[in-house]
């Protein structure tokens, strides 16, 4: 008889865990949403690079036909029974579980982000459509999906309207040490397109009426667009830990005996990305079929995570880092076309059919200089 898993969620990490254990294992996923959305995406998508098609897909048809595929929101995790308790009531128990529901928005400041589809098209009309010339982007402090996703904005607005007064605030006065290549880059780039940089600036205040925000050292800036993300937390509160995310070994991805949390729901310390959520889901799917099949060796997640992003209208950058070290490659019209044509892999990247690419290429870019 199968081994039996349980997945919670069928995004990014959930769908590649599905996909490359349903031949080997009794694979359920839970998941109350019928579509899955490409979340790097949604920067194009709020700029208008592409329509809302591009990056978003039924889920069902991303599961391989083995799958189990439950339409329910889970209520409750627990973990000692390797179980999920959904809210019409019923329980799923299996030999793994696997906790892949991402990250929630905190809401902060009538502010809730900009990764859901409707959070996409509030921002997409407030970039075609702006109400004035100013426009802040930045993030509260905690962890947000993606750090470099401020910057990226930044510049494409800024590109967009080359008038518009376009200010990012970053709430840390000085990047921690293994940001420091990423932060040093991008705010050489900011300064030669005219983006003003607020360091420091931590949001204590947002007066919608006087458009203006207050830091809570009582630093003043006007906005006419505001675009700021908020930090995530998980959807099970009581298994989080002071980061609002959920405890694991940071190798393993192991929250307790059986029990993989994946993705922007776990509390590791490397950025929220699509590749980090990939690299540790195919960790978990070789450790699990270690353990099953018992034919090959468990492997270590290292921290690995890579994302593309846009710096002007035709250059991009290459991100990446794992937990001890980073570089950034760029700009570079090849990282612009990069990102643009990541759009169309990532929906085979789910069933992990361009794996043999990826791994070797995330390995020679952390191995170079």
Request: charged share 20%.
């Amino acid at each position: 008889m199968k081994k039996k898993i349980v997945i919670v969620g069928g995004g990014n990490a959930g769908s590649v865990i599905a996909n490359l254990l349903a031949e080997k294992l009794d694979v359920t996923v839970i998941e109350p949403n019928d579509y899955h959305v490409y979340q790097p995406g949604l920067v194009d998508y709020m700029i208008g690079y592409v329509n809302r098609e591009k990056i978003i897909k039924p889920i069902n048809v991303l599961l391989k036909p083995s799958v189990r595929l439950v339409k329910a929101r889970a209520r409750k995790i627990i973990p000692e029974d390797r179980a999920v308790i959904t809210e019409d009531e019923k329980k799923y128990e299996a030999d793994y579980l696997v906790i892949a529901t991402g990250g929630e928005n905190k809401a902060l400041f009538n502010i809730r982000g900009y990764h859901t589809l409707a959070e996409g098209d509030n921002i997409r009309e407030i970039i075609n459509s702006p109400k004035g010339k100013n426009f802040v982007i930045g993030s509260l402090p905690g962890v947000i999906k993606c750090p470099a996703a401020p910057w990226e904005i930044s510049f494409l607005l800024k590109s967009k309207y080359p008038e518009a007064n376009v200010t990012i605030l970053i709430p840390a006065k000085q990047p921690p040490p293994i940001q420091l290549p990423i932060s040093t880059l991008f705010s050489k780039i900011a300064s030669s397109l005219g983006i003003k940089i607020l360091k420091g600036f931590v949001i204590g205040e947002v007066n919608y009426d006087s458009k203006t925000i207050i830091s809570t050292e009582g630093e003043k800036t006007n906005f006419d667009n505001l675009i700021i993300d908020t930090p995530i937390m998980t959807t099970f509160p009581d298994l989080a830990d002071n980061s609002g995310l959920i405890p694991v070994d940071k190798h393993t991805l192991l929250h307790s005996d059986g029990v993989f949390v994946v993705g922007d729901a776990n509390n590791t310390p490397t950025p929220k990305t699509g590749a980090a959520a990939h690299l540790q889901a195919e960790t978990v799917v070789n450790n699990i079929l270690a353990e099953v099949e018992g034919n090959r060796s468990k492997e270590l997640y290292r921290g690995d995570a890579m994302c593309a992003l846009y710096t002007s209208r035709r250059e991009g950058a290459l991100v990446w880092l794992n937990y001890d070290r980073s570089k950034v490659l760029g700009p570079s019209t090849i990282y612009r076309y990069m990102k643009e044509m990541f759009i169309n892999l990532y929906w085979s990247s789910l069933n992990g059919s361009i794996d043999v690419l990826l791994k070797p290429m995330i390995s020679a870019i952390g191995r170079g200089k």
